[in-house]
C-alpha cells in the first residue's frame, strides 16, 4: 500500500491565531495550519514542548460533572408541596396523641418519596458516558518518532496517526489520507461511513458532516488511514462541547409535576381556610377547645387527599413495568406522563426511522428500470418491472454476479435468533444480498469464479475491480462511481448482447444514473471485462447495470408516523444525513407531505425569530450540528409544543435532555444518548414510542380520574361539615369517622382508578396542551357537580333525622353510611370524564374487589359491637340501609346528565380526525 502523502500547501494561507481557537481549521491550507498551531507536520511536537502544552490547555478529557449525591436526591422528593402539607398533619396528628394516623400519613409519605428516589438516582451521568468512549492511547509523532501516549496527553500541535478500526482521540485537521472512511454516525447521523481527504475547504461556515478533511474525537475509522494535526482537545473538542451544553440544560418540570404543584398549593390554602372557620364557628357555639382541635386536625386531613404522592409514583412506577414488556425503558417517572401531552416529536433518522442496513432498491440494466423488494441483510425478496413481479433477466444476473464477486462482504446467518449478519462493508453487503435474491450465493460463485487477483478501492479510483477464473479465461468485475466506470467502458450488455457505447448512449446512462441519485439512493455502476489482467483490468469495460441503494424505512415506522398522526402527533426528521436522503425517507413514511425541508446552512441563516415563525411548518431538516436540533427543539417549546426528541448518537444528547421526553435506542444507542434521555427504547423500535405515549395518555387519564374522584370527595365532606356548623347543627361526622372516609374508603377506589385500562377513543384524541393542566373544564365541572350533589344530599339526610327525632347517634351513622356509598357510586362514574358509566361498567376488576371489600369493612364497621365502639356508630335497619342506598344512588344520573351537558357544549377536545 502506497506510503501517506501531504497535499502540496496552498499559496494563500488564511490567517490563524496562535493558539487556534475558533480558527476555520477545515478552510485552511496546511502551512497556515502548521503555523497557527506552532507544529511541524512531518515531525510533531518535541517532548518538551508537548509537556509544556499539557500544562497550559490541560488533560484530554472532558471534565466530569458535578454529580448530585443521594442525600440532595432524596431531599429533594420531600419538596412537592403536598409532601410538605402531610408532613404537617403527621406532626399535628403526633402533637395531638393520634399515633395511628400519624403513621398512616408517615408511611405513605415515606413510600412516595423513596420511590421516587430509587427510580432518580441515576439522572445525571451523561458526562460519564462521554468520557467512557474516549480512546485510551493514541499513536503521534513527538521529535519525529512515532509513539503511542495515553490520550489524556494529547495536546494542539501534536500529529495523530489514524488506522482502521482505531477510535480518534481528539479533534483533528487531516494533514494525510490513504483510502480514509469514517464512521461518525454517532457524532452527525451519517449512515454511510465518510471518505475523507487533506485538501482544504472553500467553504468556511461548511456543517459538520461536510467537513472532510476533519476527523473528529470519539468517531472511528473505519477504512484505510492518515495522519492529522490536532486541533482541538478536551472539553474544546466537538464531544467537549456536547459535554458542556449537557452541563448547561435544566430539565423543565413535567406538566403534571406543576398540575400537582398548584394543587398542593390550592389545597394548603382551601385547608387553612376550612379548618379556621370550622373551628372557629364550633368554639363559638362552645364546643371545647381540645375536640375542636381534634376535629380540624381531621378534617385538614380530609380536605389534602394524602395519598396522592403515593398514588401518582405507583401509577407511574406500574406504567414503567408494563412499558417495558412494550419495549421502552423509563428513567424518571415523570416522562411517563409527559409522553401523553407530547405534541411533536422530532426524531432522527439512521437506526431510527431506518434500518441502518443499505439495501438495493433499483437496478437499471440493459435499459429496464427494475425495483427489488425486501429490505436489509434478509435475503429475500422479489424483482418487479412497473410493479409486476419478473424473473431476473440474463443481464441482470450478470449484473448481480459481477456486484456480488467485485465485493469482500459476507452474508452469514445469526447464531442465535436466526436474522442475517453482515461480515464487512454495508454497501458491499446489500449487493451481496441482492444477488442472494436472484439465486446467486457469493460463496458458490468464489467456487465456481475464484478472485485471482484485485485492484483494491481508493478514494482517488473509486471503484474496486477483481479478477476471475473461468471458463472462457480470466474476467475482470468492476463496480464503482457510474461515471468512473462509464468512462471506462466501451461497450455495454443489452438483451441482445453486448453492442457499442457510443457517446450518446454513454450520455443516456449518466442521466439514467442522476435520475436515480435524484430519489436519493447511492448509484454505482457494474462492468465487465473478458480476457483481463491487471493492466488491462479497468480499461474497455463492458457496462452491465446501474444499481441503486439506500438505507431503507423500517417497516413497522411507516405505521408508527400513521399511528402518530392519527393521535395529534406531529413527527418531525432531524438528521446530520445528506438532504435528498433524508426528505426521501421522510416522503416515504409520510412525515414530509406538506411542509418544508431544509439544511443545516438555511437553518444558520435564520434568527431566532425567523425560526420561531416558520418551525411548526419544518418536517424535514438535514445537515444538522448538536446545536441546530437544540434550537429546533426550544423553538417548538416556545411555541406552546411539547417535544420529545428520539435519537441514538452521541450528536443527540444535548437535545434529549432539553427535549420534554428524550428517548433513546437501546441496540445501536451510544451511552451518552441513554443517559441524557429520560426514556431508552429497547428495540429500536420506532414503533414503541407510540405504545410509550399511549402509556403517557393513559396514565394521565388515570391521575385525572383519582383526582376527580378524591377531590370531589372531599368537597362533599366539606360542604357536609360546613353546613352542619352553619345551620347551628351538631357535627354529623367524628373526626374518626372523617378519617376512615378519607384514608381507608376513599384510599382504595381511588387507588384502583389509577389503574384504570385506557379507554377506548383515547388514541384518537389531540394531545392536551402543555400549558393544560389537570383541572379542564370538564373536571371542575364534575368536581363541583359531585361534591355540591354529595354535600346537599348526606346534609339533607342529617337535617332530616335530628328532625325525626332520631338519635344523634344514628343520625351520624345514617350520614356515615350515606355517604360512603356515594363514594362507591361516584367511582364508578369517575372511570370517564367524558364517556357513559355504561360504556364497560364493570372493566376494571380491581375497582370491583375495592368496592366489594370496602362494602364487607362498612358493614363491620356499623354493625360489629367493638367497632361500634371505636367509630361512633350503631346499627341501622333494612329500611334505612334502603334509604341510605337510595340516596347515594341519585349521583349517578347527576354526574351523567353533566357529561351529556358537558358533550353537548362541546366542552372536550375532537378527536383527531373527526
Not at 94 to 114: D, K, S
Not at 147 to 166: I, Q, S, T, W
Not at 257 to 286: E, I, K, W
Not at 750 to 771: G, H, K, Q, T, Y
Request: aromatic letters at 4%.
Amino acid at each position: 500500500m502506497a506510503r501517506p502523502t501531504a497535499p502540496a500547501p496552498s499559496r494563500t494561507p488564511a490567517p490563524a491565531r496562535p493558539d487556534g481557537a475558533g480558527a476555520p481549521w477545515h478552510s485552511l491550507p496546511l502551512d497556515a495550519v502548521a503555523a497557527g498551531l506552532d507544529t511541524r507536520l512531518d515531525a510533531g511536537l518535541s517532548s518538551g514542548e508537548a509537556r509544556r502544552r499539557l500544562v497550559e490547555h490541560g488533560p484530554n478529557e472532558l471534565e466530569a460533572a458535578r454529580r448530585v449525591s443521594s442525600w440532595r436526591l432524596l431531599l429533594d422528593q420531600f419538596r412537592n408541596v403536598l409532601i410538605l402539607i402531610l408532613l404537617v398533619a403527621v406532626g399535628l396528628s403526633i402533637a395531638l396523641g393520634h399515633a395511628t394516623e400519624a403513621i398512616v400519613i408517615g408511611a405513605i409519605v415515606l413510600l412516595a418519596a423513596l420511590l421516587g428516589f430509587v427510580q432518580e438516582v441515576r439522572a445525571e451521568r451523561a458526562i460519564e458516558a462521554l468520557t467512557r468512549m474516549a480512546a485510551p492511547t493514541a499513536t503521534v509523532r513527538r521529535d519525529g518518532k512515532e509513539v503511542d501516549v495515553p490520550a489524556r496527553e494529547l495536546v494542539p500541535g501534536d500529529v495523530m496517526l489514524v488506522d482502521a478500526g482505531d477510535k480518534a482521540s481528539a479533534d483533528g485537521r487531516l494533514v494525510e489520507t490513504v483510502n480514509l472512511q469514517v464512521e461518525e454516525s454517532a457524532l452527525t447521523g451519517e449512515s454511510v461511513a465518510v471518505e475523507k481527504h487533506a485538501d482544504e475547504l472553500a467553504a468556511a461556515a461548511a456543517s459538520l458532516g461536510d467537513r472532510r478533511n476533519m476527523v473528529y474525537s470519539g468517531t472511528t475509522i473505519a477504512y484505510g488511514r492518515g495522519a492529522a494535526v490536532v486541533v482541538a482537545t478536551g472539553m474544546e473538542t466537538e464531544f467537549g462541547a456536547i459535554a458542556r451544553m449537557l452541563e448547561s440544560i435544566e430539565r423543565a418540570k413535567t406538566p403534571l409535576q406543576l398540575s400537582l404543584d398548584r394543587v398542593g398549593v390550592l389545597l394548603a390554602r382551601a385547608a387553612f381556610v376550612v379548618v379556621l372557620l370550622v373551628v372557629s364557628l364550633g368554639l363559638v357555639r362552645g364546643e371545647p377547645l381540645l375536640d375542636m382541635l381534634l376535629f380540624g386536625t381531621a378534617l385538614a386531613v380530609a380536605v389534602v387527599p394524602e395519598a396522592l404522592p403515593a398514588v401518582v409514583t405507583i401509577s407511574l412506577t406500574l406504567a414503567a413495568q408494563r412499558m417495558v414488556k412494550r419495549n421502552a425503558l423509563v428513567r424518571r417517572l415523570p416522562a411517563i406522563e409527559t409522553l401523553g401531552s407530547v405534541t411533536v416529536i422530532c426524531t432522527d433518522k439512521t437506526g431510527t426511522l431506518t434500518r441502518d442496513e443499505m439495501t438495493v432498491r433499483k437496478v437499471f440494466a440493459a435499459g429496464q428500470l427494475l425495483g427489488v423488494s425486501g429490505a436489509g441483510y434478509e435475503p429475500a425478496g422479489e424483482f418487479t418491472r412497473n410493479g409486476s413481479p419478473v424473473d431476473p433477466p440474463g443481464a441482470l444476473l450478470e449484473a448481480l454476479r459481477a456486484a456480488a464477486l467485485a465485493s469482500d462482504a459476507r452474508l452469514l446467518p445469526g447464531e442465535t435468533d436466526g436474522q442475517w449478519q453482515l461480515r464487512g462493508d454495508p454497501t458491499e453487503g446489500a449487493l451481496v444480498v441482492a444477488a442472494a435474491k436472484a439465486g446467486l450465493d457469493r460463496g458458490e460463485l468464489e467456487q465456481r469464479f475464484p478472485r485471482v487477483d484485485e485492484i483494491p478501492f481508493s478514494s482517488e479510483s473509486k471503484r474496486m475491480t477483481t479478477l476471475h477464473e473461468t471458463e472462457d479465461g480470466v474476467v475482470a468485475y468492476a463496480k464503482g462511481a457510474p461515471e468512473v466506470i462509464l468512462a471506462s467502458c466501451t461497450r455495454q450488455l443489452d438483451a441482445s448482447g453486448e453492442t457499442e457505447l457510443d457517446a450518446e448512449a454513454r450520455e443516456a446512462l449518466l442521466h439514467a444514473a442522476e435520475q436515480l441519485a435524484g430519489e436519493a439512493l447511492r448509484v454505482l455502476a457494474v462492468a465487465r471485462r473478458p480476457a483481463a489482467s491487471v493492466g488491462n483490468a479497468e480499461h474497455d469495460l463492458t457496462f452491465l447495470a446501474l444499481v441503486g441503494l439506500i438505507d431503507p424505512p423500517r417497516p413497522e415506522a411507516r405505521d408508527a408516523v400513521e399511528t402518530c398522526v392519527e393521535a395529534g402527533v406531529t413527527p418531525v426528521m432531524i438528521t446530520g444525513d445528506h438532504p435528498l436522503t433524508a426528505e426521501a425517507i421522510a416522503r416515504e413514511l409520510g412525515i414530509l407531505t406538506d411542509g418544508r425541508a431544509v439544511t443545516g446552512s438555511e437553518l444558520d441563516a435564520m434568527d431566532d425569530a425567523e425560526l420561531d415563525d416558520a418551525v411548526e411548518a419544518i418536517q424535514v431538516y438535514s445537515r444538522v450540528s448538536p446545536l441546530h436540533k437544540l434550537r429546533v427543539v426550544t423553538a417548538l417549546q416556545a411555541r406552546g409544543h411539547s417535544v420529545a426528541m428520539t435519537g441514538d448518537g452521541v450528536n443527540d444528547a444535548p437535545a434529549l435532555k432539553k427535549a420534554d421526553i428524550g428517548v433513546a435506542m437501546g441496540v445501536t444507542g451510544t451511552d451518552v444518548a441513554k443517559e441524557a434521555a429520560a426514556m431508552t427504547l429497547t428495540d429500536d423500535n420506532f414503533a414503541s414510542i407510540v405504545a410509550a405515549v399511549e402509556e403517557g395518555r393513559g396514565v394521565f387519564s388515570n391521575i385525572k380520574k383519582y383526582l376527580m374522584y378524591l377531590l370531589a370527595a372531599n368537597l362533599g365532606e366539606i360542604g357536609l361539615l360546613l353546613g352542619a356548623s352553619l345551620a347551628g347543627k351538631p357535627l354529623p361526622l367524628s373526626p374518626v369517622q372523617i378519617l376512615y372516609v378519607n384514608l381507608a374508603t376513599d384510599g382504595l377506589p381511588a387507588l384502583a382508578l389509577s389503574v384504570d385500562p385506557a379507554e377506548r377513543d383515547l388514541m384518537r384524541r389531540p394531545p392536551r396542551s402543555r400549558r393544560q393542566g389537570i383541572f379542564t373544564r370538564p373536571v371542575v365541572a364534575l368536581i363541583a357537580v359531585g361534591g355540591v350533589w354529595s354535600g346537599l344530599t348526606t346534609l339533607g339526610l342529617f337535617v332530616w333525622a335530628l328532625s325525626a327525632d332520631r338519635p344523634l347517634s344514628e343520625a351520624m351513622t345514617m350520614t356515615f353510611a350515606t355517604l360512603v356509598l356515594i363514594e362507591f357510586f361516584k367511582a364508578f362514574s369517575f372511570r370517564s370524564d367524558r364517556n357513559s358509566i355504561l360504556d364497560r361498567p364493570f372493566a376494571n376488576r380491581w375497582l370491583n374487589l375495592a368496592v366489594a371489600w370496602e362494602l364487607l369493612l362498612l358493614g363491620l364497621v356499623v354493625n360489629v359491637p367493638f367497632l361500634q365502639d371505636a367509630f361512633g356508630t350503631r346499627a341501622l335497619s333494612l329500611e334505612t340501609w334502603l334509604l341510605a342506598a337510595g340516596l347515594a344512588s341519585t349521583i349517578v344520573p347527576v354526574l351523567e346528565i353533566s357529561k351529556l351537558v358537558l358533550r353537548r357544549a362541546r366542552a372536550y377536545p375532537t378527536a383527531v380526525g373527526a
